[in-house]
């Protein structure tokens, strides 16, 4: 079996590539028959999944050292080719609606598969490609600017990722100092980070007005296929939040305050949960390896098989260097019918959070592969992939103990807490991305304001002291996916709220919990989020009610289980 090591990579040909877009466009143009045409649809899948293969390897590659000039380049490529190679898949989504056969298709690939492909044609136009091709090239600045990253601390050179245990120590003055040595490292690129993030507005107003769109908020929804609620209904979510949600973060943090014992809580003291330090995980990053592999041995025979292919293909770089990407994800390689798990260890809970969170997204990905023979049915859109990750957080609970011991009861209710607290920072998120993009002539200044503003609803009890960045509003140019993905954040509100559901579920009945997560991921991308939510007994974080009942059950939880 192939290690991704050996994973071989070469840049494919460009002009190949298109060509063969284009015969499948001729081919399915000439086709006499629906059996033809469904033939045709499954050539063009496994082409695509070939392309997407050689792109996935060859962004983990560059992510893993972004200072390796042979995977910079070639990111570079795939920045400028992908978006021509998506005017070719659009030239093919438009005559796939129009198909003469298209009851016939549809009846053997289903609806969604039809609705999405008309979806993705109201995001695309010949006109725009050089624009996607800046905008790829502007989000590579910014996590090449992010990933460069140089702090002296502690007697080390740090970067962001590497800054977080200090970030959570029991000595209030090293928190301070080390929420202040990031903040210094944004201010000093302030005139950078700025400038990228103009651009990028700019860029993707300009796009979405050669759409016919007012605002990019309609072309970030569609880009981020919303097939089944719109703008609306997620600043009704967003109400719900402030209204139901924020007040029970009030009462969290105040016993936060309690347990560490500071009167004057600030922001250097958000991360900090109890007065002996937070829970953190017991062994090298070996050996919680060893204890992930044994955990999802232990949970079903499906996540068992998982794991073990994991592990034989070596699908995972997770420990925090210099060079290396920030953040964590997983993507996956479908000619190898296997995902990659990509992370910034650096010793705190997130560590065991990425190995249940990413693992979610990753077993997920595993099932898909071998359960839905369509591959463009395999991932439901995000917030769907969002709740197999958020969900596997708390699937894993059983087990908490192998790698955090005697503070596993720390770990469980510090956990409940960010559960909870994250709904509110990702509506904040959110909101920020709709008025930045509505109002796209905001200054630097105006952006930060607005965000300023916006945690002052969201999360009322911070105080950002006398921390330049984090005072004058800057903190979201922390967040990737504001750069990187927009309108992909309100994904993990509404992907935690069903989470939390089936934690509910959980905490009532393992094995009934387990097999409403199980008929959930298999049913992959083959219905709409709301509907894949509704077909195993859980309801829509859009209906009115859903926040204010669920915050309620966890918030009487949390206060059995304070410490």
Known sequence: MMTFSQMP?????????????????????????????LTIIRELETESD?????????YVRNTIDTRDTFYEAEREFWDEVEPLLSEKMQDFNRLMVASAFRPQLEKELGSLYFTNAELSLKAFSPEIIPLMQEENALRASYQKLYASARVEFDGKICNIAQLGPYKQSPDREVRRAAIFAEGQFFDEHQAEF??????????????????????????????????CYDAAAVANFRRQVVEELVPITMEI???QARRIGVEDFKFYDNSFCFPDGNATPKGTPEELLAHARRMYTEMSPETAE??????????????AKDGKAPGGYCT????????????????????????????????????AARTIPVS??????????????????????????????EETDKYELSHAEDALLFIPYGSMVDHFQELVYRNPDMTPAQRNETWAALEKEYRPYIDFADIPFYSRGAGWQRQLHIYQYPFYYIDYCLAQTVALQIWVAFLKDQKDAWQKYLAFVKQGGTRTFVDLVRSVGLISPMDDGCVASISSVVSDWLKEHQI
Request: a negative charge.
């Open 9 to 37: 990579y070469e840049r494919p040909n460009r002009q190949e590539m298109l060509d063969r877009l284009s015969a499948f466009c001729d081919q399915f143009q000439a086709a006499s028959s629906a059996e033809e045409q």
């Open 332 to 367: 996956s390689f479908p000619d190898y019918r296997c995902p990659f798990i990509f992370s910034n260890f650096n010793g705190t809970s997130a560590d065991v959070d990425v190995l249940t969170h990413e693992a979610g997204h990753a077993f997920a990905d595993y099932v």
């Open 194 to 227: 700025d400038d990228i993030f103009d651009r990028l507005v700019k860029n993707r107003t300009a796009q979405a007005k050669a759409l016919g769109f007012d605002s990019f908020v309609e072309l970030g929804y569609i880009r981020q296929m919303r097939n």
């Open 306 to 319: 998982f794991i073990d292919l994991m592990f034989q293909m070596e699908l995972f770089d997770l420990v």
């Open 253 to 255: 943090k105040k016993n």
């Open 376 to 405: 463009g049915l395999r991932s439901p859109t995000m917030e769907g992939c969002e709740t197999h990750s958020m969900s596997m957080e708390f699937l894993t609970s059983p087990w908490h103990h192998l790698f955090f011991q």
């Open 50 to 58: 070939r392309i997407q293969t050689l792109s996935s390897i060859c």
